[in-house]
């Protein structure tokens, strides 16, 4: 099974931005915990992190033409304005799970609005780096494949 991870703009400055928010662990470990976690669970991942709208849509299409199974994706900022990654998770039809490090619900008027959760099957919020966990398990039960 064939994951990709996609991470949006300015999740590469954690540990840096609002540590209140989004904790005191930087980028690199947040890649390490979700590398371990598929180590794990034997998954294949890919692991993807742009603050460019174009780069994400691109990527996204580029995992149909690979063959990737199911898709992670926090969408960061994206996620409120974002009708682009929208239609490429609609276009490529990957099972997909939205992922927030905080809690969305509970945070401004403008972040209530998640485009890219319109094409997900699952959102977790909230939950810090777990949630990402969390998603690979959904996934991994949802495609039918969990070892
Ligand atoms: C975020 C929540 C978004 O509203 C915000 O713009 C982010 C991160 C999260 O992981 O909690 O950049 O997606």
Redesign the pocket.
């Known amino acids: 099974m064939k994951l990709l991870i996609i991470n949006?703009?300015?999740?590469n400055m954690l540990g840096i931005r609002e540590p209140d928010i989004?904790g005191k662990e930087n980028y690199t470990a947040l890649i390490a915990y979700i590398e371990d976690i598929c180590r794990d669970n034997k998954v294949e991942c890919d692991i993807f992190q742009s603050n460019h709208e174009g780069a994400i849509v691109d990527r996204i299409q580029q995992a149909y033409f690979e063959g990737v199974d199911g898709i992670v994706i926090?969408?960061?900022?994206y996620?409120?304005t974002s009708v682009a990654i929208l239609d490429a998770l609609k276009a490529v039809s990957i099972p997909s799970v939205e992922?927030?490090?905080?809690k969305?619900s509970e945070?401004e008027d403008f972040?209530q609005v998640s485009y890219a959760g319109m094409a997900c099957v699952k959102t977790y919020?909230g939950f810090g780096f777990e949630g990402y966990k969390m998603a690979v398990e959904f996934l991994m039960e949802y495609l039918g494949k969990k070892s």
């Open positions: 949006g703009p300015n999740l989004y926090n969408p960061a900022a996620t409120h992922v927030h490090l905080s969305v945070r972040r919020a």
